[in-house]
T-cell receptor
Framework: GNSVTQMEGPVTLSEEAFLTINCTYT??????LFWYVQYPGEGLQLLLK?????DKGSNKGFEATYRKETTSFHLEKGSVQVSDSAVYFC??????????FGTGTSLTVIP | DTAVSQTPKYLVTQMGNDKSIKCEQN?????MYWYKQDSKKFLKIMFS???????INETVPNRFSPKSPDKAHLNLHINSLELGDSAVYFC???????????????FGPGTRLTVT
């Protein structure tokens, strides 16, 4: 079946630190992979996506590469800011209309 | 223009009442979803409609009934509300591509339901 496993939080970092949030997946077929971000009190927003193996999605300094050999889509950012404090969700879409979301990773960046 | 909108944003009600949450999307998408997010931020899919047809109906109490009058609207009606129904409910929409599932989902701002 399809599933997403992401690292548990919460994660606390100092401003300008390097961020990695791990995400691995299990899927039938050739899924598309996504990272969503949820700021406090808001809905989820698409952060970046990749639709095939070796694609790199990037946005706002965040990056993730679709690795088929390791079934991973880890989120990285070189220098986090306080404004990056949010909950991050990894997700996949395979055949059919259903999305599969990870459990979310809470990130707090302290000045 | 708001892409996916939900009303109301906050809903406080007593146990046993019946309430509805409305959702509308102006993106021209053919698929809409309802999710429940608990206090630990875990997202659980409840229902999905594609072109007004119910295609995903997860294990959800019968007290929850979705209705899709057209492709742009998906409402959620909840009967006999219970304390455990307190959560944030999100509506989302996407466009089904067929080959690799759907394109990205667009989420509404959420409805925070509190049952007292």
């Amino acid at each position: 079946g399809n599933s997403v496993t992401q690292m548990e939080g919460p994660v606390t970092l100092s401003e300008e630190a390097f961020l990695t949030i791990n995400c691995t997946y299990t899927a039938t077929g050739y899924p598309s992979l996504f990272w969503y971000v949820q700021y406090p009190g808001e809905g989820l927003q698409l952060l970046l996506k990749a639709t095939k193996a070796d694609d790199k999605g990037s946005n706002k300094g965040f990056e993730a590469t679709y690795r088929k050999e390791t079934t991973s889509f880890h989120l990285e950012k070189g220098s986090v800011q306080v404004s990056d404090s949010a909950v991050y969700f990894c997700a996949l879409s395979a055949t059919g209309n259903q999305f599969y979301f990870g459990t979310g990773t809470s990130l707090t960046v302290i000045p | 223009d708001t892409a996916v909108s939900q009303t109301p944003k906050y809903l406080v009600t007593q146990m046993g009442n019946d309430k509805s949450i409305k959702c509308e999307q102006n993106l021209g998408h053919d698929t809409m979803y309802w999710y429940k997010q608990d206090s630990k931020k875990f997202l659980k899919i409840m229902f999905s409609y594609n072109n007004k047809e119910l295609i995903i109906n997860e294990t959800v109490p019968n007290r929850f009934s979705p209705k899709s009058p057209d492709k742009a609207h998906l409402n959620l009606h909840i009967n006999s509300l219970e304390l455990g129904d307190s959560a944030v409910y999100f509506c989302a929409s996407s466009q089904y591509t067929g080959t690799s599932g759907s394109n990205e989902q667009y989420f509404g701002p959420g409805t925070r339901l509190t049952v007292t």
